[in-house]
């Protein structure tokens, strides 16, 4: 995985904790679509609100990129939250945007991928948040069905579920992300969002979710 300097890192970390686009309860935790309990949620939408906030993210997310796969012909953001954080760094970069949805649209041509791409156009893919990776590299996978080519991944988040990255392994699409899990929950102790002892806690949640989640059965 590919990964933004520490610094910048921490300070998205510290943004997304400010505007409580990210929110930790591991004594109470929260419960995912998928079941799951989870000691954190995350909505990175919400940064979106704070101008010098998201300046930020698309001037780190523009620095990544260049560092990590040089350009591109085309930007893409995945539907929902990849989709204006993918159009504010096209914009930068005077590239075309385009924007892939979760599933075929229900009337019209039925897309599943809105706006130009022509086959053999190299595309970055912009994502807000890496869960389990399965919607990410569903779009990816759009993506190469319709002739592009995948360079590489960027989000802003990523929890690190060994899942995932297998995932993005086994699909061979690069990721790199501007902040993530454990980066948060080291600083979230820094700054008393949380106890020292919850690290622990909240590192066993990562590793194994399902299984963590089984202490707060009735």
Not at 85 to 112: C, T, W
Not at 159 to 180: C, M, N, Q, R
């Amino acid at each position: 995985m590919i990964k933004a300097n520490q610094d910048s890192a921490r300070h998205i970390a510290q943004y997304l904790l400010q505007v409580k686009a990210i929110k930790l309860s591991p004594n109470k935790p929260f419960t995912w679509a998928s079941g799951w309990k989870s000691p954190i949620y995350c909505d990175n939408r919400v940064t979106l609100s704070y101008p010098k906030i998201r300046t930020y993210i698309r001037q780190e997310f523009v620095k990544l990129l260049s560092d990590a796969f040089g350009t591109a012909d085309v930007i893409a953001g995945v539907a929902t939250g990849g989709i204006p954080q993918g159009a504010l760094i096209a914009q930068d970069l005077g590239l075309p945007f385009i924007y892939v949805r979760s599933a075929e649209k229900k009337h019209g041509m039925g897309n599943v991928i809105e706006g130009v791409l022509e086959p053999g156009q190299s595309v970055i893919i912009i994502e807000d948040l890496i869960s389990t990776g399965g919607s990410s590299l569903k779009a990816a996978e759009a993506i190469r069905e319709a002739g592009g080519v995948v360079k590489g991944m960027l989000a802003i988040f990523t929890y690190g579920f060994p899942v995932a990255i297998e995932a993005f392994k086994e699909a061979k699409v690069s990721l790199g992300t501007l902040s993530d899990y454990e980066t948060l929950i080291t600083l979230a102790a820094e700054e008393n969002y949380i106890t020292t002892a919850d690290i622990e806690s909240l590192s066993k949640w990562r590793e194994n979710p399902a299984e963590w989640g089984k202490q707060f059965e009735i």
